[in-house]
Antibody, heavy 122, light 112 residues
Framework: QVQLVESGGGVVQPGRSLRLSCAASGFTVSTHSMHWVRQPPGKGLEWVGVIAYNGHEKYYGDSVKGRFTISRDNSNNTLYLQMNSLRFEDTAVYYC???????????????WGRGTLVTVSS | QSVLTQPPSVSGAPGQRVIISCTGSSSNIGTDYGVQWYQQQFPGTAPKLLIYTNNNRPSGVPDRFSGSKSGTSASLAITGLQAEDEADYYCQSYDSSLSGLLFGGGTKLTVL
């Protein structure tokens, strides 16, 4: 049974860093592209970024490029999102999602975690 | 501001048919890239995949849900509306100019 469980959210001051984790079970993260998607309170979904199944290709949304980094630990079957230089507008529920389909251009999310809330506040 | 434009809200009575549109451009929906649709029952809860690659339903999604694409627009049709269909719906595609994925702004469906 596929399961994704995010953790690591919390309240953080602007300019600080936070690392989110996404523990996967029921499948191996190294065999799928894995994405992060976020949703600010009361707003819509925003794509954050992806790490390809091979672990080498990574792409990010414009609003987080240069500040956020996606990585994974195959031994722990866990996906990470390192968030640096956090801003008020990064406040959101962060979801990890497993993708199917041709990498990036043809991908869709068939499994989602429940999300973890990150609040950037002074 | 999303470059995939959806109506903020639609509504329909039980049993009726509603259509949710998603308008893009030549760099996303207007290409060969597929369009996906997701249902989110409540904000802050995990979305659910309804339609992938324009018109394909994952196992377990009722055939009351269908998707289509034409030119730079896509649509999600829901027939035989049920109270449980009340949710937020999002379209999603790839954008070649951004080299990344896009979501529409979301549409809130109200079942009257």
């Amino acid at each position: 049974q596929v399961q994704l469980v995010e953790s690591g959210g919390g309240v953080v001051q602007p300019g600080r860093s936070l690392r989110l984790s996404c523990a996967a079970s029921g499948f191996t993260v190294s065999t799928h592209s894995m994405h992060w998607v976020r949703q600010p309170p009361g707003k819509g979904l925003e794509w954050v970024g992806v790490i390809a199944y091979n672990g080498h290709e990574k792409y990010y949304g414009d609003s987080v490029k240069g500040r956020f980094t996606i990585s994974r630990d195959n031994s722990n079957n866990t996906l990470y999102l390192q968030m640096n230089s956090l801003r008020f507008e990064d406040t959101a529920v962060y979801y990890c999602a497993r993708a199917l389909g041709p990498f990036l251009a043809g991908e869709y999310f068939n499994f989602w975690g429940r999300g973890t809330l990150v609040t950037v506040s002074s | 501001q999303s470059v995939l434009t959806q109506p903020p809200s639609v509504s329909g009575a039980p049993g009726q048919r509603v259509i949710i549109s998603c308008t893009g451009s030549s760099s996303n929906i207007g290409t060969d890239y597929g369009v996906q649709w997701y249902q989110q029952q409540f904000p802050g809860t995990a979305p659910k995949l309804l339609i992938y690659t324009n018109n394909n339903r994952p196992s377990g999604v009722p055939d009351r849900f269908s998707g289509s694409k034409s030119g730079t627009s896509a649509s999600l049709a829901i027939t035989g509306l049920q109270a449980e269909d009340e949710a937020d719906y999002y379209c999603q595609s790839y954008d070649s100019s951004l080299s990344g994925l896009l979501f529409g702004g979301g549409t809130k469906l109200t079942v009257l």
